[in-house]
């Protein structure tokens, strides 16, 4: 395939970051998670992270021009210029018009919008039990896919921690920037004919076998095109 210039989709904890850190290693994408981003950015104290953090404990998004300007700064690098991985952006239609428009000056395509579906219930039952490695953020669930050692991360030992923003509160309030901001993105990608959708409910093994297949499939219709 040309380029795969991927973006995850979906309400928080349907497991864009799980699906997005195993899709990274197989692919050897750059792989841009802006929720990674902010919270790097509030831990190291950067005006980034000053702007962003108020939000982020609220459940509300960051503002518009803040994080676009991340984003189009990592896809102009060199480091993205044979694909990416976007988990988390775009959350807002502002945010994927300027998407679409960087794109287009770059005279790239995205690949696919890969929407992966699961219930408010089950975003519940995840955020509650996550958890977060305190260095690099790898991700755990104390039920789902719990670390060999309670409270100690497999990859690189350190201490794992509750994400400030997965208290019942916040998760609520998350869940409603979701379903008011970005859900009109399921819409914007299919109506540019690059929406897929995965059913996110299964296990995560199960659910990385669907994303896989569904980019072979999309590899396939390109070979037959050419
Ligand atoms: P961000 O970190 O992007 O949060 P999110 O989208 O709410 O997503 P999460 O990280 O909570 O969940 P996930 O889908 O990655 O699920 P995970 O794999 O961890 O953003 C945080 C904040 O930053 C935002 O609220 C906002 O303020 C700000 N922000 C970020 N981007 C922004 C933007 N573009 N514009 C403005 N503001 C922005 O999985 C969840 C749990 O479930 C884990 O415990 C995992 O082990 C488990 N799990 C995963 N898959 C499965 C499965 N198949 N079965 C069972 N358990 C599973």
Same mark, same amino acid.
């Not at 692919?27 to 919270?39: N, Q």
């Not at 199960?206 to 569904?214: A, Q």
């Given at each position: 395939? %040309?380029?795969?210039? +991927? ?83 775009? /959350? ?37 039990? /996550? ?28 201490? +794992? ?33 690059? +929406? ?6 299964? %296990? ?10 569904? +980019? ?11």
């Amino acid at each position: 395939m %040309s380029e795969l210039n +991927l973006i995850l989709l979906g309400p928080p904890g349907s497991g864009k970051g799980t699906q997005g850190e195993s899709l990274q290693e197989d692919l050897r994408l750059p792989y841009y998670a802006t929720g990674d981003i902010l919270r790097a950015a509030v831990k190291e104290g950067t005006e980034l992270g000053r702007k962003a953090k108020e939000y982020m404990d609220a459940g509300d998004l960051v503002p518009d021009e803040v994080i676009i300007a991340v984003i189009i700064e990592r896809i102009e690098g060199e480091e993205a210029s044979d694909g990416f991985i976007l988990d988390g952006f775009p /959350r807002t239609v502002p945010q994927a018009e300027a998407l679409d428009e960087e794109m287009a000056k770059l005279d790239r395509p995205i690949t696919a919008a890969i929407l992966i579906d699961v219930s408010d219930e089950e975003v519940v039952r995840r955020l509650g039990g /996550r958890r977060t490695c305190e260095a690099e953020g790898h991700v755990f669930h104390v039920e789902f896919n719990p670390p060999e050692k309670e409270g100690v991360c497999d990859v690189d030992g350190s201490k +794992l921690i509750v994400r400030d923003d997965d208290k019942p509160e916040v998760i609520r309030k998350r869940l409603e920037t979701y379903h008011s901001k970005t859900e009109p993105l399921v819409d914007h990608y299919e109506r540019r004919g690059i +929406l897929q959708h995965v059913d996110g409910t299964e %296990s995560p093994a199960e659910v990385g076998e669907r994303v896989r297949g569904m +980019l072979a499939t999309l590899r396939r219709e390109e070979e037959m095109e050419i």
